[in-house]
């Protein structure tokens, strides 16, 4: 079975930029989340999706992030403009059950 | 406001020795936890879990243990190889419906030959 899918795995962009993010779930997952990762610290959630609906984006950003899940199954993560602040790790999960989420590699990025 | 916390950024053991990796949160309505192992340049994986009826969890060399009273849960690793060597974090969840993982920062682990 193939796991979570995610890229790129890195991006190094110049601040005021636009960058975008992608995630192909597990197949059947119908619930998928982003996660923002950065250094020395676990993983805090922006957003989850249960199929096509954003059910909880209350950590996202909203005035330079954005997400998008068309058709329920793969899903976009954006930031434009990017700031310095935006390095980290962006992590993609998908779920069938509650509780077990399986995890992408992450996307690396880094704003200059 | 750091509602999981691993309060050892990291911890090194003897191959064959036990390790044990702390957990403490402060939410009440936390009542699943899990372990997640973390290698360089990548996810996250599922490690083990526990709800909060049970006080133990086991699967081979890895037991889960939860003290609701204290809000504490620790892993213990036995015995400890190379291979366990990794990032660990812990998360807790409130099945409120929400699914949402709340992670600690993460305790890293390395264990030597």
């Known amino acids: 079975e193939a796991g979570v899918v995610q890229s790129p795995r890195y991006k190094i962009i110049e601040k005021k930029q636009p960058v975008a993010f992608w995630c192909n779930p597990i197949?059947?997952?119908?619930?998928l989340y982003w996660y923002r990762q950065n250094l020395g610290q676990g993983p805090e959630l922006l957003i989850r999706?249960?199929?096509?609906?954003?059910?909880?984006d209350s950590q996202l950003p909203k005035d330079r992030f954005s997400a998008e899940r068309l058709k329920g199954v793969d899903s976009t993560l954006k930031i434009q403009p990017a700031e310095l602040g935006d390095s980290a790790v962006y992590l993609c999960a998908s779920s069938l059950t509650e509780n077990e989420q399986f995890f992408g590699p992450g996307t690396r990025l880094t704003v200059l | 406001d750091q509602q999981v916390k691993q309060n050892s950024p990291s911890l090194s053991v003897q191959e064959g020795r036990i390790s044990i990796l702390n957990c403490d949160y402060t939410?009440?309505?936390?009542?699943?936890f899990l372990w997640y192992k973390k290698y360089p340049a990548e996810g996250p994986t599922f490690l083990i879990s526990i709800s909060s009826i049970k006080d133990k969890n086991e699967d081979g060399r890895f037991t889960v243990f939860l003290n609701k009273s204290a809000k504490h849960l620790s892993l213990h690793i036995v015995p400890s190889q190379p291979g366990d060597s990794a990032v660990y974090f812990c998360a807790a969840s409130d099945q409120t419906g929400a699914n949402n993982l709340f992670f600690g920062t993460g305790t890293r682990l390395t264990v030597i030959p």
């Open positions: 197949s059947g997952h119908n619930t």
């Open positions: 999706y249960e199929n096509e609906e954003a059910v909880d």
């Open positions: 939410n009440s309505m936390f009542d699943y």
